[in-house]
């Protein structure tokens, strides 16, 4: 089996201003590094065994399909029903990540964690 790639510090480095929610944390995955709130993960930066790096997160239902079509840098998860990823590399356009993990931190944080968060339009 191929060996997974670890997320380059500079990555991470990017993305943990971008997941700086209330009660959001940051920690060790199976492979990568995740963020949760409470139990439920909110993002999920990870290596595959096609030394590509990606991060997974969640999407409103009527979102979903559209990434589906998109193609890449977007692409529908194996697994879970509202689970969207994006190929992170150096031209990652992070307004627009910033927006998608904002959502992703909505959907999956207790309405009283998510409220206090001001969405994009």
């Keep these: 089996m191929p060996d997974r790639p670890d997320v380059p510090p500079e990555h991470l480095e990017r993305l943990r ?6 009660e959001c944390v940051e920690e060790s995955a199976w492979t990568g590094t995740r ?16 030394q590509l790096i990606r991060i997974l997160f969640r999407a409103e239902p009527d979102e979903v399909g559209a990434f589906s079509h998109l193609g890449a840098p977007y692409f529908k998860a194996s697994w879970g029903e ?6 992170l590399d150096d031209d990652t356009e992070r307004s627009e990540l910033a927006e998608l993990l904002t959502d ?4 999956q944080a207790p309405l009283q964690l998510a409220a206090r968060i001001d969405r994009p339009a």
């Design 82 to 87: 509202d689970v969207v990823g994006l190929l």
């Design 35 to 50: 963020w949760r709130v409470r139990h439920a993960t909110v993002a999920h930066a990870f290596g595959g065994e096609d």
């Design 104 to 107: 992703s931190y909505c959907i």
């Design 17 to 22: 201003p971008l997941l700086d929610f209330p």
